[in-house]
């Protein structure tokens, strides 16, 4: 199963194509931008045992001529990648007549720094086919932290948060990029809605992902999309359990793996804050749920 992180490092380019051009500007390559994209069937599989797929697969148009932009997001190595990617391409090329591109997106710099190098396939004296992915990572995307930054361009910043999401510069981009979200008009609500969601599943579990569910709750709570509200609650819900747990523990009781895990698991914002008066004058953990029925 794909993680929604994986998912968010190719998916936003779908829902800005043109994000390609101009965040590829940084590894020295100059795309046009695209008069128009259109999406393409991501499965490549033909008749026969082994199922090839690519993550996003858009038909750009642009002044200069067209090309297939392939989206791969990669979340480690693969020793299989580079011959799955070379069919692809190839089978790309024949299948529709234009000229292919891979884009590589790494969210970690040792997988990015592998996938970027060149593989010649072949034998040594003469290499058939050369395979040459453009890769974006944490260190080929800039840092966005200024607001006015972020807000020229929202869709590179969402990218640009999930690129460095373990870097210390994280939390200055989503806090930039929650400036620029809160400078958008009431018409934009669902457009914001969709970077949110972007942005949160782009963070992974990750303590920038924490901060984004706070921001949520804080910076953006006018947004009533059912992405914004979604991620406010669970920023409540995980706030007020570690309130729980917090302060047994600095009460002096112990809490033992099945509490902890009932308290935990709850998602429930109201059960919670009972739980939390109890705990105020409870004398063991057990006296949180007394009252409560069992499970």
């Known amino acids: 199963m ?4 994986h998912e968010a490092l190719h998916r936003i380019f779908q829902e800005d194509p043109g994000l390609f ?5 940084g590894l020295g390559v100059s795309f046009p931008p695209p008069v128009s994209a259109s999406p393409l069937p991501t499965d490549l599989t ?9 993550d996003t697969l858009l038909r750009m148009d642009t002044e200069d001529g067209e090309f297939i932009l392939a989206v791969e997001s990669q979340g ?9 990617w070379a069919y692809c391409l190839s089978h790309l090329y024949a299948e529709y007549g234009i000229p292919p591109v891979l884009l590589v997106v790494c969210a970690d710099r040792s997988t990015a720094a592998w996938a970027a190098r060149q593989v010649d396939i072949g034998p040594p004296q003469w290499p058939s086919l050369t395979l040459r992915p453009l890769v974006l990572g944490p260190d080929s995307l800039p840092v966005i932290a200024s607001p006015d930054e972020a807000a020229r361009d929202i869709p590179l910043t969402v990218l640009s948060a999930a690129l460095h999401r373990r870097d210390p510069d994280a939390d200055a981009i989503l806090n930039a990029l929650a400036k620029a979200l809160k ?20 963070l992974g579990k990750t303590p920038a992902a924490d901060l984004w569910r706070h921001l949520m709750a804080v910076d953006l709570s006018f947004f009533q999309s059912e992405t914004a509200q979604r991620l406010r609650g669970e920023g409540r819900i995980e706030g007020r359990t570690e309130d729980i747990l ?30 939390f008066t109890r705990a105020i004058t409870a004398t063991s953990a057990a006296e949180v749920f007394e009252g409560d029925e069992a499970g």
């Open 183 to 202: 400078g958008l008009s009431a018409d934009d609500e669902d457009t914001a809605g969709t970077f949110i969601e972007l942005t949160g599943q782009g």
């Open 21 to 25: 051009a101009r965040a590829v500007r």
């Open 246 to 275: 917090r302060l047994l523990d600095g009460r002096g009781i112990e809490v033992s793996a099945e509490e902890l895990e009932r308290i935990a698991g709850c998602g429930d914002l109201d059960t919670l804050d009972v739980w």
């Open 76 to 84: 480690k190595r693969a020793s299989d990648k580079p011959a799955s």
């Open 2 to 5: 794909l993680s929604s992180s």
């Open 46 to 54: 033909e008749n026969r045992p082994m199922e090839r797929r690519v």
